[in-house]
């Protein structure tokens, strides 16, 4: 077995609305991901220890956030406005992408992204984008499946 970690990692657990869900085999924990038209990827799941979710956008285009770095980041769901701190990274399953996460311990944040269509960045340095969050809910649901599964298993 190869100890270095990478995409043989992550095994598809299954597919909804757009959405996939994987399990990442080195955290015992699962993931939503979802590619847009524009090829901006969004990926969705928790911390290790499962007490904090995490949010990811990236792209193939240049972002002025570099691996490890942080930046302030207000996003805008529905009526609500959260305001954190973005963390710079390379994608975690598909290559070639850069961008952020930002980690949120928040019931409301999972909620909006569950219940709402879009969801607007406001990075401090680069133009805010819209990203869509249509079939969030359900890929929430199974992901939330998987995760159960993992900790029985």
């Known amino acids: 077995m190869s100890l270095s970690a990478?995409?043989?990692?992550?095994?598809?657990?299954?597919?909804?609305?757009?959405?996939?869900?994987?399990i990442d085999?080195?955290?015992?924990?699962?993931l939503i991901e979802a590619v847009d038209g524009a090829e901006n990827v969004v990926q969705m799941?928790?911390?290790?220890?499962?007490?904090?979710?995490?949010?990811?956008?990236?792209?193939?285009?240049?972002?002025?956030?570099k691996s490890g770095e942080e930046e302030a980041v207000a996003i805008l769901i529905g009526d609500n406005m959260y305001l954190g701190t973005a963390t710079g990274m390379r994608g975690n399953i598909t290559k070639g992408y850069s961008g952020g996460y930002v980690l949120s311990d928040s019931p409301q944040?999972?909620?909006?992204?569950?219940?709402?269509?879009?969801?607007?960045?406001?990075?401090?340095?680069?133009?805010g984008f819209t990203v869509d969050l249509s079939g969030t809910k359900k890929a929430m649901e199974m992901a939330r499946e998987c995760n159960d599964k993992q900790i029985g298993g």
């Open 6 to 22: 990478g995409a043989d990692t992550f095994l598809k657990y299954g597919e909804v609305e757009g959405w996939k869900v994987f």
């Open 25 to 30: 085999q080195e955290k015992k924990s699962c």
């Open 45 to 65: 799941g928790l911390t290790e220890d499962r007490g904090v979710g995490y949010l990811g956008v990236f792209t193939k285009g240049e972002t002025s956030l």
């Open 109 to 127: 944040f999972a909620e909006d992204l569950a219940q709402q269509y879009v969801m607007t960045v406001f990075p401090e340095k680069d133009y």
